[in-house]
């Protein structure tokens, strides 16, 4: 769980964007007690693969990629909410 939080926060600040990257660090904080829930309740190898998704389309350069990835990421966990 912490590396998850950590690859988000890391992705966040690789953009050079500070304010992006402040806001996911202060989400990280709110979604710890969220993701202790989700993670009991679904496969945690699914999110593993999500951002490996993410970070092969990240060190493609591939900005449409990445998109698509994140994209498909944020359902995913919205899918995994419910």
Same mark, same amino acid.
């Given at each position: ?6 690859? !988000? ?10 304010? +992006?990257?402040? %806001? ?5 904080? %709110?979604? !710890? ?10 496969? %945690?190898?699914?999110? !593993?693969?999500? +951002? ?20 498909? !990421? %944020? ?8």
């Amino acid at each position: 769980m912490q590396d998850d939080q950590a690859f !988000h926060v890391l992705l966040a600040e690789a953009t050079g964007n500070e304010r +992006h990257a402040g %806001l996911v660090r202060t989400l990280r904080d %709110l979604q !710890h007690e969220q993701n202790i829930v989700v993670a009991g309740l679904t496969d %945690l190898e699914a999110p !593993h693969d999500e +951002h490996e998704a993410i970070l092969r389309a990240v060190a493609s350069r591939d900005a449409e990629g990445a998109r698509r990835a994140m994209a498909a !990421h %944020l359902d995913a966990i919205l899918a995994r909410a419910r």
